[in-house]
């Protein structure tokens, strides 16, 4: 069965950067999109960038150009995404997920990691 | 960026009933709309795709409609598993977006 099986709990400084992996299983890994999206606490969730398995390629939200970098290892089918320059707006729960159609970059999202909860705290 | 604003925040509504649930987009999104369902401490479930289109798996008691700027996620009959936050998301043009949620709550 497919599953996207994430790093653990994070726990870093202002100004650290912070790197997340997900891990993909059941399926062929370059086949499909992954796209990360957060959850800050109270809020709704958030697109931050795409970064397609196969070529490497990726595509950011513009309001994390500059600070986030997404990529991924292919012979551990696992995608990283790391965000650098981290502030008191970071704090969220980051979710990794594999488009439904895995040749269609914007195709809805149909599986999720767990999350992973990034706290920002001097 | 596209806009999407869910109506009502909240739903209180007991078991058996009917749910509505709103979003509209800023500008259309032709019919690229997607439904999520989230529970605390869980992730995101995919329910409807493209607007009317039920994800695997998904209960026929969830039906979606709508094209452009407004649409509508339906619960015929909330089952106690619904209750949750819902997430509509545009795919119509970049960057993804994604509403403020409405939370279907037990009254």
């Known amino acids: 069965q497919v599953q996207l099986v994430q790093s653990g709990t994070e726990v870093k400084r202002p100004g650290a950067s912070v790197e997340i992996s997900c891990k993909a299983s059941?399926?062929?890994?370059?086949?499909?999109?992954i796209h990360w999206v957060r959850q800050a606490p109270g809020q709704g969730l958030e697109w931050l960038g795409w970064?397609?398995?196969?070529?490497?390629?990726?595509d950011y939200a513009r309001k994390f150009l500059g600070r986030v970098t997404m990529t991924r290892d292919t012979s551990i089918s696992t995608a990283y995404m790391e965000l650098s320059r981290l502030t008191s707006d970071d704090p969220a729960v980051y979710y990794c997920?594999?488009?439904?159609?895995?040749?269609?970059?914007?195709?809805?999202?149909?599986?999720w990691g767990q999350g992973t909860l990034v706290t920002v705290s001097s | 960026e596209i806009v999407l604003t869910q109506s009502p925040a909240t739903l209180s509504l007991s078991p058996g009933e009917r749910a509505t649930l709103s979003c509209r987009a800023s500008?259309?999104?032709?019919?690229?709309l997607t439904w999520y369902l989230h529970k605390p401490g869980q992730a995101p479930r995919l329910l409807m795709y493209d607007a009317s289109n039920r994800a695997t798996g998904v209960p026929a008691r969830f039906s979606g409609s709508g094209s452009g700027t407004d649409f509508t996620l339906t619960i015929s009959s909330l089952e106690p598993e619904d209750f949750a936050v819902y997430y509509c998301?545009?795919?119509?043009?970049?960057?993804?977006?994604f509403g403020g949620g409405t939370k279907v709550e037990i009254k």
């Open positions: 059941g399926y062929i890994f370059t086949d499909y999109f």
């Open positions: 500008q259309s999104v032709r019919g690229y």
């Open positions: 970064i397609n398995p196969n070529s490497g390629g990726t």
């Open positions: 998301q545009q795919r119509s043009s970049w960057p993804l977006t």
């Open positions: 997920a594999r488009v439904h159609l895995g040749s269609d970059s914007s195709s809805p999202f149909d599986y």
